[in-house]
């Protein structure tokens, strides 16, 4: 038995990194697994991963899935998207808003049209895709919804700022996982009484992907100083599949609640040696 059989899941950015760790986990644990991004074949973007690969191997180890490319930047890719889930498995039972996009540029040469569209993936979306699933799963009285956060939602704190030009360019991505952290908590607190969890979770440590690796925040794939992205995919399961009342408006960080949960027996990085972004404290 999966903690997941026959549940419908819908995993956004699951071509590569962690969605698509993500996409596997569930899988694996019997959910039928919709997963979504813009990439639908290797080549189609700059970085390795696609859609096509994710559900190969899903597929290939036994496990069900279904690719839909989808730009949901776009409401109206979010809400065919939601009906793509429903026509291949039926009301979507979990959400998982995983995808990002960034650009890692100062506020005084961020270009407005580049700022506009990230915020609208990274904090408009996981608002739209949620408000539609709420309509399958607040019927049912049932459901999940995990946000994927980031430790770039802990803020640089007062100055003076010695260092500062190490660390400039994440100011953009650092208001939109604050703001999904604080989304995350509000929703927790609306859709409670109809039983659903909606919980937020950011890696304990940078995890290697194709995506950090260009943004250079690691050297590369095997980082020995990085977070193997399973432990986010674990937690992100764990998540999903605990019962309300324990784990909803929870925003926590992987090695954290692993190991608070006995899925892991050693632990490290935010949340455990140091402490995390103020709504991961409330």
């Known amino acids: 038995m999966g903690k997941l059989d026959g549940k419908v899941v819908v995993v956004t950015g699951a071509s590569r990194g962690i969605g698509a760790d993500i996409a596997r986990l569930f899988a694996a ?39 839909v490319a989808a730009d949901i930047s776009q409401p109206e890719e979010c809400e065919r998207l939601v009906q793509a889930a429903r026509a291949a498995y039926g009301p979507v039972d979990v959400l998982v808003n995983n ?22 993936v990274n904090v408009h979306a996981p608002f739209v895709l949620s408000k539609l699933v709420l309509e399958d799963m607040i019927p049912r009285r049932r ?30 991505y650092g208001a939109e996982k604050a703001a999904l952290e604080r989304f995350t908590q509000g929703l927790a607190r609306e859709v409670y009484p109809h039983g659903i969890s909606v919980t937020a979770v950011s890696p304990s440590q940078v995890v290697p992907t194709p995506g950090t690796v260009h943004h250079r925040l690691v050297r590369s794939m095997d980082d020995p100083r990085g977070e ?19 784990i909803t408006g929870r925003v926590t960080y992987s090695q954290e609640i692993l190991k608070e949960h006995g899925w892991i027996t050693e632990a490290r990085g935010r949340g455990v040696d140091s402490k995390g972004s103020g709504y991961s404290q409330i």
């Open 99 to 120: 995808a990002a996009l960034t650009y890692f540029i100062e506020v005084k040469d961020y270009p407005v049209n580049k700022w506009l569209r990230s915020w609208a």
């Open 143 to 172: 459901g999940s919804i995990v946000n994927i956060s980031s430790g770039s939602a802990i803020g640089p704190g007062r100055g003076p700022y010695p260092e500062a030009e190490r660390y400039s360019g994440g100011t953009c």
């Open 29 to 67: 644990e019997g959910g039928r697994v919709v997963c979504a991004a813009r990439t639908v074949r290797e080549g189609d973007h700059p970085l390795a991963g696609s859609l096509e690969h994710t559900v190969a191997e899903i597929q290939a180890s036994g496990g069900q899935a279904t690719a």
């Open 228 to 246: 193997p992205p399973i432990l986010m995919a674990r937690a992100a399961l764990l998540l999903a599949t605990e019962p309300c009342e324990r």
